[in-house]
C-alpha cells in the first residue's frame, strides 16, 4: 500500500529522518510512538508530500509520488496525495463555513464535484462521526473534540486509500480524547490502512498491528503490540515506555 525506501528529510544542516525503510499493508494499523523532536511528524508529513524527502522514495500503490531523478510533477504529486488523507493536530477549519461546508469545500476544488454530491458526501461522512446534529453549526460553536471530529469527517470525504493522523488528540483537553479516539477506533475495525502517530500508549496497544519506536530520525525498533509494549527488545524502547507509563 505505502512503501517508503531510505528516506531522508534534512532542513538545512539538521537531518530529521535518517534513512528511514517503512512498508504498509493495505488496511494495517501502523502506530508510531516516540520522544519529541524523534521524526514522526517529519514522517507523516513525507508520507503525503507535505514535505518533499531530502533522499529515498515514497510509493502509493505502486506508484512514485516523485520517480527516483525525476522532476518534481506537481500535477501528479497533487492526485497522489489525494489517496492519502492526514489530520493534524489543529483542526484547521474555516471559521466562517459550517461543519457541512468545511466537509463540502475541498471536495468541489480538489475532487471537482458538483455542490450536491459533495453535500451528499458531506452529510454521509459528518454522520458517521456522530455529528448528525451538528451539522449546520460554525467552528466556534464545536467543541475541540467536535472540530477535530468535522476535521477527520473532511479527510474522509475525499475517500482516500489510507489515513494518516499526526497526534490528533493533543491539542483537546482530556475529557474530550475519547470521542475523536472512538472515530479513529471504528475506521481501524472497518480496516481503514492508517499510520498514527499519538502519546496514547493503551490505545496504541489496542488499535495498532504494528508498533514503531522512532528516536533520533531513525527506527529503533517495532514489532506486533504485545510483544513490543510486553518485551521491549531494545533498551532505549523500554525506558522511553517506562517513561510514558508512570
Known amino acids: 500500500m505505502i512503501e517508503v525506501d531510505g528516506l531522508r528529510k534534512a532542513f538545512g544542516e539538521n537531518e530529521i529522518l535518517k534513512g528511514i525503510d517503512l512498508q504498509i499493508r493495505q488496511g494495517e494499523k501502523v502506530v508510531i510512538i516516540g520522544p519529541s523532536g524523534s521524526g514522526k511528524s517529519t514522517l507523516l508529513r513525507c508520507l503525503n508530500f507535505l514535505e518533499i524527502p531530502t533522499g529515498g522514495t515514497v510509493k502509493v500503490h505502486g506508484e512514485y509520488f516523485v520517480k527516483p531523478g525525476g522532476k518534481f510533477d506537481e500535477k501528479h504529486v497533487a492526485s497522489l496525495r489525494t489517496e492519502v488523507g492526514m489530520v493534524f493536530q489543529r483542526f484547521n477549519l474555516f471559521p466562517t463555513m459550517t461543519a457541512l461546508e468545511n466537509v463540502m469545500a475541498a471536495q468541489m476544488k480538489i475532487r471537482k464535484k458538483?455542490?450536491?454530491a459533495a453535500r451528499e458526501t458531506a452529510e454521509k461522512y459528518l454522520r458517521?462521526?456522530?455529528?448528525?446534529?451538528?451539522?449546520?453549526?460554525?467552528?466556534?460553536?464545536l467543541s475541540g473534540g467536535q472540530q477535530q471530529r468535522v476535521a477527520i469527517a473532511r479527510a474522509l470525504a475525499m475517500e482516500p486509500k489510507a489515513m494518516l493522523f499526526d497526534e490528533a488528540t493533543s491539542a483537546l483537553d482530556p475529557e474530550l480524547v475519547g470521542?475523536?479516539?472512538?472515530?479513529i477506533r471504528e475506521l481501524a475495525r472497518e480496516g481503514m490502512t492508517m499510520v498514527i502517530v499519538t502519546h496514547e500508549m493503551r490505545f496504541a496497544e489496542e488499535v495498532g498491528d504494528t508498533i514503531i519506536f522512532m528516536d533520533q530520525g531513525v527506527?529503533?525498533?517495532?514489532?506486533?503490540p504485545k510483544e513490543f509494549f510486553h518485551n521491549p527488545k531494545h533498551d532505549r524502547t523500554r525506558s522511553f515506555i517506562q517513561k510514558v507509563e508512570h
Open 114 to 116: 458538483s455542490r450536491e
Open 128 to 141: 458517521k462521526v456522530g455529528l448528525a446534529e451538528r451539522m449546520n453549526h460554525y467552528p466556534g460553536q
Open 179 to 183: 470521542e475523536v479516539l472512538n472515530v
Open 219 to 224: 527506527i529503533v525498533e517495532e514489532g506486533p
